[in-house]
């Protein structure tokens, strides 16, 4: 988070900057017509903070048992490997198109590349290790998905000479957003058979009507009556939820040899986020699942139940060219 907050204020020191170094350049002319219509292509990157899906990563990974057991190393038990989060970095191609109404006042709508994060990760819990030990592994596939982002940005013009301008604006915009997962819990008994329980998660965010928006410092460096230089620093808050999908369970054991299947279903329905109790390993952590309604549990086996989201907040950066098209 400090680290965030320091590449903001970098950015923000560079614009003012170079307000200050443009200032000796003379005002255009007021007596321009408008509007004006223009096509940007820009290379972005930045970074959002992801939220719930990392969350149920780490606070697995870092349950009060396995924090124990790392710890203090008891005779009973032993934890290997662990859960990675997924990277809330990205890079992409934006095309945006401007409007200028005004002289200070513009428009603006902007459409992203799409882009997808996922990784593979496993943490394994071993009870009584050595002959008899019980071994439970946790297997992890994670992904979230933005599906060509969909941007809406109004823009003043705070500075405006010959050849730079500066441009403050704000906005919000429609996400099309998808967060999948694939969730495999097996137990190794002392007499080798195996129980195994698969998840598998797909859900997909529409654009309703999103509580993010975003705050925009635009640079413009003229070239040319018709092509510029542009640079953006956007900083984004809000999360978008209402994910809807389905999740198929799958419940099996392996013995001697054989597979046998214990049951298996499928659930359609919104996601939500909640904190569970294992009663496996008795410890607590949170989890997501898709119910067509939220079932009864007490409050020692489920809690806080919410909405799944996917936490847009972070900062971007971007550069490119921006030219006159009429």
């Not at 603006?108 to 882009?115: A, L, T």
Request: charged share 20%.
């Amino acid at each position: 988070m400090r680290e965030k907050i320091s590449d903001v204020v970098k950015y923000i020191f560079l614009f003012y900057a170079l307000i200050g170094l443009m200032g000796v350049l003379p005002a255009r002319c007021e007596n321009e017509k408008y509007p004006k219509y223009y096509l940007s292509l820009s290379y972005s990157s930045g970074k959002i903070a992801v939220g719930d899906l990392n969350t149920c990563l780490t606070s697995l990974n870092n349950n009060d048992l396995f924090e124990y057991v790392r710890s203090y190393s008891p005779w009973w038990g032993q934890v290997d490997g662990g859960l990675q989060t997924l990277p809330g970095r990205y890079q992409t191609v934006e095309l945006s198109f401007y409007m200028a109404i005004k002289p200070r006042l513009s428009i603006n709508i902007s459409v992203f590349e799409p882009f997808q994060k996922k990784n593979h990760s496993s943490v394994q819990y071993t009870l009584f290790p050595g002959e008899g030990q019980q071994v439970m592994i946790y297997e992890f596939q994670p992904r979230y998905s933005m599906i060509s982002p969909l941007e809406f940005t109004i823009f003043y013009k705070l500075i405006r000479l010959r050849e730079f301008s500066f441009s403050v604006g704000a906005g919000s915009g429609l996400y099309i957003a998808r967060i999948s997962r694939l969730y495999d819990f097996k137990v190794i008994y002392p007499n080798m058979s195996e129980g195994i329980f698969e998840r598998k998660l797909n859900t997909l965010h529409f654009p309703l009507p999103p509580l993010v928006g975003h705050l925009n410092f635009l640079a413009e460096y003229s070239l040319g009556k018709k092509l510029s230089i542009i640079t953006e620093l956007k900083i984004r808050g809000g999360k978008i939820s209402n994910f809807f999908g389905n999740e198929s369970t799958l419940n099996k054991i392996i013995k001697d040899n054989m597979e046998y299947v214990l049951g298996s279903g499928k659930e359609k329905g919104t996601l939500y986020f909640y904190n569970m109790e294992d009663q496996t390993i008795g410890a607590r952590y949170y989890n997501m699942s898709v119910w067509s309604e939220i079932p009864y549990a007490t409050p020692e086996f489920h809690r806080e139940i919410r909405k799944g989201s996917l936490d847009l907040t972070g900062v971007s950066f971007k550069i490119g060219s921006m030219i006159r098209i009429f």
